[in-house]
């Protein structure tokens, strides 16, 4: 694996977080790999976290708690990962539903992974994972109601890439050129060594 090439920018980052949202399809954990490479950060999905903690997949929790359980423990899980620092974090498609989950997320940059409709459903086409909300009879027209019902929370990102057919290594190159237009003095990075489980399924004692 090649070494971190974007080592300034890293710096001016100071270790905050990056979260990407979008919906399920925009290549939130594909995009999140290559970035957190060049920055020499960790990636983390925290869906993959958050199934390691509850013990259960997401359509498990889902059939058991319903979407309000799975939200609560998704904020549970987005509060611990922001007390981290120097992460790439692939959020959940939904995340930005929840006011309370915009205070952790602030404390980072939010980057909104943009696609078209048209995208998202190739992709998912192509994608054998379960997708408790797109249980429906018309899992087109539900996509699409909650993509309308997301769009203004996604606009509240810091930072919007808008994605066509490019490789995700492109696309993760469109957000390490648009980082440092949008950089501002933030909080510093909290120290301390913690246990990380990251989205390859690798433990780790500490993030330094």
Do not use: C
Not at 12 to 39: D, F, I, T, W
Not at 130 to 158: C, F, I, K, V
């Amino acid at each position: 694996m090649a070494g971190p090439t974007h080592l300034e920018l890293a710096r001016r980052l100071q270790g905050l977080n990056l979260y990407l949202v979008g919906m399920m399809g925009s290549g939130k954990s594909a995009v999140g790999r290559p970035l957190a490479e060049a920055l020499g950060y960790r990636f983390l999905d925290a869906d993959t976290a958050l199934e390691g903690v509850a013990g259960r997949t997401i359509p498990e929790i889902f059939a058991s708690d319903g979407e309000a359980g799975f939200r609560d423990l998704e904020t549970a899980v987005l509060s611990e990962i922001s007390a981290w620092h120097s992460l790439v974090v692939a959020t959940g498609g939904g995340v930005v539903t929840r006011p309370q989950n915009w205070g952790h997320l602030r404390q980072g940059v939010v980057v909104w992974l943009d696609a078209p409709a048209e995208r998202l459903l190739a992709r998912l086409r192509q994608d054998s994972s379960q997708r408790p909300l797109l249980n429906s009879e018309d899992p087109e027209a539900r996509l699409r109601s909650l993509l309308a019902e997301r769009l203004p929370l996604y606009g509240q990102a810091d930072l919007r890439i808008q994605q066509g057919d490019e490789p995700v290594r492109e696309v993760a190159e469109h957000v390490l050129e648009a980082l440092p237009g949008i950089l501002r003095q933030g909080p510093q990075p909290p120290g301390g060594g913690v246990q990380l489980r990251d989205g390859d399924g690798r433990t780790t004692t500490s993030l330094n």
